[in-house]
């Protein structure tokens, strides 16, 4: 068997699969360098472990609650617009069967089919489940799996949360002296393998995934940390 035929995605449920992934990878990602940014910046007003604690987890509450509500109701927007084309295509083939059966016919010789085969192969799919049939090839959507708002919005809130443990980890386990050096490090490193993670999801460049999600969060911790710093010194 061929080694490339044999690695690639070949439906649209891998697809979905590969989809999820990298929005959970994505999810971390911007749970990694809000946190980061917000205990860093707190940490280079304040030395005191619970105001940095609490502004931390705060954080991760607020980021998480509003990951989860923005995925839901993106979610249930999409669904809403699936089952409504769903719902007119099934109209449309309950009033318009011989136009539905020509449109499907020109699908088919749009992809190479000729017009005789086209025709033989709309026919026999048809006849078997028109519906079926029309709203894999017209519409590419599975009524079985479509998204469900609840689940997005749950995987998104714990990927979240997942990817901001780490950075207030970091900021609140070593000591004083060396917590901005060890969550910055920390934070660099999973930002890199965050970023190289969504660039083999995406089928992208590793290299300027990879550069473009540490440079990111690397100026996000610098401009809040000068920022605490600043503030935390004219405070003084």
């Given amino acids: ?77 999409q669904r809403d617009t699936e089952q409504a084309i769903l719902g007119r295509e099934r109209q449309e083939l309950e009033d318009f069967p011989k136009e539905e059966m020509e449109e499907l016919k020109n699908i088919y010789v749009s992809k190479g089919l000729s017009a005789k085969t086209a025709g033989a192969v709309a026919k026999e799919l048809t006849l078997k489940d028109a519906y079926a049939a029309h709203i894999d090839a017209e519409l590419g959507i599975d009524p079985e799996n479509l998204a469900n708002p609840w689940h997005a919005a749950i995987a998104s809130a714990l990927a979240f949360l997942a990817g901001a443990a780490l950075p207030l980890l970091a900021i609140m386990l070593p000591p004083q002296n060396i917590r901005i050096a060890v969550a910055f490090i920390s934070t660099i490193i999973a930002l890199m393998l965050t970023g190289a993670l969504s660039a083999k999801f995406g089928r992208a460049p590793v290299a300027k995934a990879v550069i473009r999600v540490t440079a990111g969060g690397a100026l996000a911790m610098v401009v809040t940390y000068s920022i605490g710093h600043l503030i935390g010194t004219t405070a003084l």
């Fill in 1 to 77: 068997m061929n080694k490339h035929w044999s690695q690639e995605p070949h439906n649209r449920n891998s697809g979905i699969r590969l989809n999820k992934l990298r929005a959970a990878v994505l999810g971390a990602n911007d749970g990694i360098v809000s946190i980061a940014g917000l205990v860093v910046g707190v940490a280079g007003a304040t030395n005191d472990r619970t105001a940095i604690f609490t502004a931390g987890l705060a954080g991760i509450l607020a980021g998480s609650l509003s990951m989860a509500a923005g995925e839901y109701v993106s979610v249930s927007s």
